[in-house]
């Protein structure tokens, strides 16, 4: 079964405006953790933001803010004020910790396009 | 930069060929990764070293292989190498225990003809 599900494969934003986008997960873990990464052409993959299942906060980092959403098994990401520069690939990722190794498992991913 | 390093970044080959991609990980990291990101198939997890021993295996074929050395650095080797085998190769590591950060390499980029 497909852990993490990212529904938009692609999205168009305004230069400034914000952008949500869709995250959801499967896993029978107590313990795990949420994270996005952003892959721009050039192709390296950049670690953004990060949720911890017992993290009672939504996580911010800068312009980028998870929306947590543990019953429904949502873990969206925003992006405020998008700037060109923000176009690219993300990826949703899980890490469940009831296993012994703690690997990543990734979504389909969900390509951004900034307008200016 | 997420201080993990990978090499080369680029690699042409022929099919029936063997490489070696190589990949140190941040100071301190004892978890190596490698995930394997290709049109059809996305982001797929090869395997996982935990200070020199394997700890995890995901959709590694056969003729793939990989070893973490005592100075915790990694290699993948890929052999017999077909069309299909033409991807990005990411190594990733972490640290010990359950925390919050795990950095990924700029990637290697294999092209096989």
């Known amino acids: 079964a497909q852990k993490i599900t990212q529904t938009q494969p692609g999205m168009f934003v305004q230069e400034k405006e914000a952008v949500t986008l869709d995250c959801t997960y499967d896993t029978s873990d107590q313990s795990y953790g949420l994270f996005w990464y952003k892959q721009p052409s050039s192709g390296e993959m950049i670690f953004l933001i990060y949720q911890g299942s017992y993290d009672e906060q939504n996580a911010t980092e800068g312009r980028y803010s998870l929306n947590f959403q543990k019953a429904r098994k949502s873990a969206n990401l925003v992006i405020s004020a998008s700037q060109l520069g923000d176009s690219a690939m993300y990826f949703c990722a899980m890490r469940e910790y009831r296993s012994n190794d703690y690997k990543l498992s990734f979504g389909a991913g969900t390509t951004v396009t900034v307008r200016a | 930069d997420s201080g993990v390093t990978q090499t080369p970044k680029h690699l042409i080959t022929a099919t029936g060929q063997r490489v070696t991609l190589r990949c140190s990980p941040r100071?301190?990291?004892?978890?190596v990764y490698w995930y394997q990101q290709s049109l059809d198939q996305g982001l797929q997890f090869l395997i996982q070293?935990?200070?020199?021993?394997?700890?995890a295996k995901g959709n590694i074929l056969e003729r793939f292989s990989a070893q973490q050395f005592p100075d915790l650095h990694s290699e993948l080797n890929l052999s017999s190498l077909e069309l299909g085998d033409s991807a990005l190769y990411f190594c990733?590591?972490?640290?010990?225990?359950?925390?919050?950060?795990?950095?990924f390499g700029e990637g290697s980029w294999l092209t096989v003809v």
């Open positions: 990733a590591s972490s640290p010990p225990g359950t925390g919050n950060t795990i950095y």
């Open positions: 100071s301190g990291d004892l978890s």
């Open positions: 070293y935990y200070n020199g021993e394997e700890r």
